[in-house]
């Protein structure tokens, strides 16, 4: 493998909802999704949460418990394996909140709209594990005090880690696009930035995405079996 150019990553992976679909964890926006039981501006805004903090924290007890029942599967594998034989040279950026990357074994990776297992404290803005559920309102472990929420990204704030994704999608040569509808931006616009600077771009996908025809090449199919033959591919041709 000819190392990235100044250590920015040859392969920037983007995941989204689907690759965990197999594993039990519901989508957004597919029939059965999880927005389905819940309108967004309901539990996944900052709004929500000031005008009703017991709801949105049951909403993420409920998902953080249910992530715990759940395993990764073939498609949260194959990129681990893929990040054990390039190293630095790949980049997983995930739409998801969920561990499921870390549960296979995947060490790079950037959670772009937070963690479910995180959280931060809105007395002193300590981000740290969570203690569990936070409905019964656990004290922050900096600085005691009880005001946690989870370190999730919601609709209207700043996802994390867009500087090193931009640096990501201006140097690799490959960006493929896994389990991700395209609905929100800015991961949506990433393939347009990655094919603007020349990279390959292809996207694994179970049915057309509000994206597809940005990408070259769409490949349409479960995760956990068109992610296994991508993983494949690049590792047989050492691309
Ligand atoms: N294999 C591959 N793709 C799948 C599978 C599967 N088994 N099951 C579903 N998909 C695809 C669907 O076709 C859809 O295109 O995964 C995509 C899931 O789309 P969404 O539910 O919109 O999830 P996502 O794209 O991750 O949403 C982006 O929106 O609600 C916010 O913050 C939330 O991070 C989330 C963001």
Not at 193 to 206: I, K, P, Q, R, V
Request: with cysteine; hydrophobic share 40%.
């Amino acid at each position: 493998m000819t190392p990235g150019l100044g250590g920015v990553p040859r392969i920037v992976v983007l995941t989204g909802a689907g690759i965990s679909a197999e594993s039990g964890v519901p989508t957004f926006r597919d029939a059965g999704g999880l927005w389905e039981g819940h309108r967004v501006e309901d539990v996944a805004t900052p709004e929500a949460f000031e005008q009703d903090p017991d709801t949105v924290q049951r909403f993420y007890d409920a998902r953080r418990r249910a992530v715990a029942s759940v395993a990764p599967n073939p498609a949260h594998d194959a990129l681990a394996a893929l990040e054990r034989e390039l190293g630095d040279d790949l980049l997983v950026v995930t739409q998801n909140i969920d561990d499921l990357h870390e549960r296979a074994g995947s060490t790079r990776v950037l959670h772009m709209h937070g963690e479910l297992g995180r959280v931060r404290c809105l007395a002193c803005e300590a981000r740290s594990e969570a203690p569990g559920d936070l409905l019964p309102g656990p004290p922050c472990q900096n600085c005691g005090e009880r005001m946690l929420r989870p370190d999730v990204v919601w609709f209207g704030e700043m996802p994390y880690g867009l500087d090193e994704i931009d640096l990501a999608l201006a140097g690799c040569e490959t960006f493929v696009a896994i389990g991700t509808s395209g609905a929100v931006h800015p991961a949506a616009g990433f393939v347009l930035t990655a094919s603007a600077f020349g990279a390959e771009t292809l996207e694994l996908n179970l049915a057309g995405s509000e994206i597809t025809s940005f990408f070259a090449e769409s490949r349409l199919g479960l995760a956990s079996l068109v992610v296994p033959e991508w993983v494949g591919e690049v590792l047989r041709e050492g691309r």
